[in-house]
C-alpha cells in the first residue's frame, strides 16, 4: 500500500510540474503579445515612455525563459520521461524560445518607435497596425493551441501566417511608392520597413510553434507548404 501512495504522489508531482510548464510558457505568450501591442500603440501614440517600457519589460520574458529551461532541466533528470512526455518537455522548450524571439521584436519595434517619433507621421502607419494585429491574432491563437493541444487550430494557425506575408509585401510597395514620391519621407518609411518585417518575422516564429504543436500531438511533421512567394522584399 506504501509503495502504490509513492507511486500515486510521483505521478501527481510529474503532472503538476508538466503543469507549471505549460502555464509558465501560456504566461510568456502572453507577456509578448502585450509586448507587441504596446510596441505599435507607443509608435502610434508617439508614446516614447511607452517605448522605454516596452523595452524595460523584455527582462520579464527572458526570465520566464530562463525558468522554462530549469524546468525541463529538472524534469529530463529526475523523471526521464519517454514517448509523449518526451515530446511535451522538449517541445515546451522549443516553444518558450521561439516566445522569446517575438518578444525580441516587440521590443525592435519599440526602439524603432523611439526613432520614428522626431519624424511627422506618415500614412503608412495603418499598415503596421493592421499587420500588428493580425499577427497578435494569430499568438493568441497558437497558444491556445498550445494549452489546449488543439492540432485543427495549429494548422488553422500555420496557414494563416500567409496572411501576414501578403500584408506584408503589399505594406513594403507602399512604403516604396511614398519614399519616391517625396524624399523627405524615406527616413521614416525606412523606419517602418525594418518593423514591418519583425512582424512578418513573428508572424514565422507563430509557425515554427504551430509545427511544434503538431509534432507534440502527433509525432510526425506538419506536412505541406505555405507559399512565401518568389517575390518576398527585405529592408
Given at each position: 500500500?506504501?509503495?502504490?501512495?509513492?507511486t500515486a504522489h510521483t505521478v501527481?508531482?510529474?503532472?503538476?510540474?508538466?503543469?507549471?510548464?505549460?502555464?509558465?510558457?501560456?504566461?510568456?505568450?502572453?507577456?509578448?503579445?502585450?509586448?507587441?501591442?504596446?510596441?505599435?500603440?507607443?509608435?502610434?501614440?508617439?508614446?516614447?515612455?511607452?517605448?522605454?517600457?516596452?523595452?524595460?519589460?523584455?527582462?520579464?520574458?527572458?526570465?520566464?525563459?530562463?525558468?522554462?529551461?530549469?524546468?525541463?532541466?529538472?524534469?529530463?533528470?529526475?523523471?526521464?520521461?519517454?514517448?509523449?512526455?518526451?515530446?511535451?518537455?522538449?517541445?515546451?522548450?522549443?516553444?518558450?524560445?521561439?516566445?522569446?524571439?517575438?518578444?525580441?521584436?516587440?521590443?525592435?519595434?519599440?526602439?524603432?518607435?523611439?526613432?520614428?517619433?522626431?519624424?511627422?507621421?506618415?500614412?503608412?502607419?495603418?499598415?503596421?497596425?493592421?499587420?500588428?494585429?493580425?499577427?497578435?491574432?494569430?499568438?493568441?491563437?497558437?497558444?491556445?493551441?498550445?494549452?489546449?493541444?488543439?492540432?485543427?487550430?495549429?494548422?488553422?494557425?500555420?496557414?494563416?501566417?500567409?496572411?501576414?506575408?501578403?500584408?506584408?509585401?503589399?505594406?513594403?510597395?507602399?512604403?516604396?511608392?511614398?519614399?519616391?514620391?517625396?524624399?523627405?519621407?524615406?527616413?521614416?518609411?525606412?523606419?517602418?520597413?525594418?518593423?514591418?518585417?519583425?512582424?512578418?518575422?513573428?508572424?514565422?516564429?507563430?509557425?515554427?510553434?504551430?509545427?511544434?504543436?503538431?509534432?507534440?500531438?502527433?509525432?510526425?511533421?506538419?506536412?505541406?507548404?505555405?507559399?512565401?512567394?518568389?517575390?518576398?522584399?527585405?529592408?
Amino acid at each position: 500500500m506504501a509503495h502504490d501512495k509513492d507511486t500515486a504522489h510521483t505521478v501527481k508531482s510529474y503532472d503538476e510540474e508538466l503543469a507549471l510548464l505549460v502555464n509558465t510558457i501560456a504566461l510568456m505568450g502572453t507577456l509578448a503579445e502585450t509586448q507587441l501591442a504596446n510596441a505599435v500603440q507607443a509608435m502610434l501614440q508617439r508614446d516614447s515612455d511607452l517605448a522605454n517600457q516596452v523595452v524595460a519589460e523584455d527582462v520579464k520574458i527572458d526570465e520566464l525563459e530562463q525558468d522554462v529551461h530549469k524546468r525541463v532541466v529538472r524534469l529530463l533528470a529526475l523523471r526521464q520521461p519517454v514517448a509523449i512526455d518526451l515530446r511535451h518537455i522538449v517541445i515546451g522548450l522549443k516553444v518558450s524560445s521561439d516566445l522569446e524571439r517575438i518578444a525580441d521584436y516587440a521590443t525592435n519595434l519599440a526602439k524603432r518607435s523611439i526613432v520614428l517619433n522626431q519624424f511627422p507621421l506618415v500614412n503608412p502607419v495603418t499598415g503596421i497596425v493592421r499587420m500588428s494585429r493580425l499577427a497578435q491574432e494569430l499568438i493568441r491563437d497558437v497558444i491556445s493551441a498550445y494549452i489546449e493541444r488543439d492540432r485543427d487550430r495549429a494548422i488553422t494557425t500555420w496557414r494563416r501566417d500567409e496572411e501576414v506575408d501578403e500584408m506584408y509585401i503589399s505594406l513594403f510597395r507602399e512604403l516604396v511608392t511614398y519614399m519616391m514620391e517625396d524624399p523627405r519621407n524615406i527616413t521614416a518609411c525606412t523606419h517602418l520597413m525594418f518593423m514591418a518585417k519583425n512582424i512578418e518575422r513573428i508572424g514565422d516564429h507563430v509557425t515554427n510553434i504551430a509545427e511544434s504543436i503538431h509534432f507534440l500531438i502527433e509525432g510526425t511533421p506538419l506536412r505541406g507548404r505555405r507559399s512565401k512567394g518568389e517575390m518576398h522584399p527585405s529592408p
